[in-house]
């Protein structure tokens, strides 16, 4: 099967811009999760749906981070303003039901904030 | 709160000896523990998961154990390769229900 599509692999922007990082899940998996992994450390959830609804977004940081998945399958996930402290990798990850404990992660969007 | 932590953030072995990532957690409610491998420039991998009411389970040259009393979690490696040169992480998850990494242990295959 297919894996998780993610683009654009690599982003460079200046802080204050704004970026739009893009996920494409393995067919059929109702569950998606967004996760920010900073350079030497593990991956930190920041939000989880279940087909178009928001499961969990509590670390999330609203004032700047939007994510969305209207048709259940596609996600997107947007910082606006970004800041020096967002340079990281964000990765996508699915799993079939909210239940399901393996998750299937992207390659990931590295990004670099100037 | 949850944190799962890891003794050694490094580990380098000779190639053909066996490996021994570990891994201390904090909730003692957590219930299923999971390892991931997480090469260069690409998403973490699935090994080998657990379940709270295990104490081992294996895998091709992987076995993971648990210690509940200690709260303490480690993957074995067998005949490390050099494919195996990743960054490990394990993960809990626990009354959130949601997955917590570690920060991950750089595993180096060395000739």
């Known amino acids: 099967e297919a894996g998780v599509a993610q683009s654009p692999r690599y982003k460079i922007i200046e802080k204050r811009q704004s970026v739009a990082f893009w996920c494409n899940p393995i067919s059929g998996h109702a569950t998606l999760y967004w996760y920010q992994q900073i350079l030497g450390q593990g991956p930190k959830l920041l939000i989880q749906f279940q087909n178009n609804g928001v499961v969990d977004d509590s670390q999330l940081p609203k004032d700047r981070f939007s994510a969305e998945r209207l048709k259940g399958v596609d996600s997107t996930l947007k910082i606006q303003p970004a800041k020096l402290e967002d340079s990281a990798v964000y990765l996508c990850a699915t799993a079939s039901t909210s239940g399901a404990n393996v998750l299937t992660f992207g390659a990931g969007s590295r990004l670099t904030v100037l | ?111």
């Open chain 2, 1 to 111: 709160g949850e944190s799962v932590g890891l003794h050694l953030p490094t580990l380098s072995v000779q190639e053909g000896d066996n490996s021994i990532i570990n891994c201390a957690y904090s909730n003692s409610a957590s219930d299923y523990f999971i390892w991931y491998k997480q090469e260069s420039g690409k998403g973490p991998q699935f090994i080998i998961d657990i379940r709270s009411n295990m104490d081992k389970r294996q895998g091709q040259r992987v076995t993971v154990l648990l210690n509940k009393t200690v709260k303490h979690l480690s993957l074995q490696i067998a005949a490390t390769q050099p494919g195996d040169s990743a960054v490990y992480f394990c993960a809990e998850k626990g009354s959130a229900r949601q997955l917590t990494f570690g920060s991950g242990t750089q595993l180096t295959v060395l000739p």
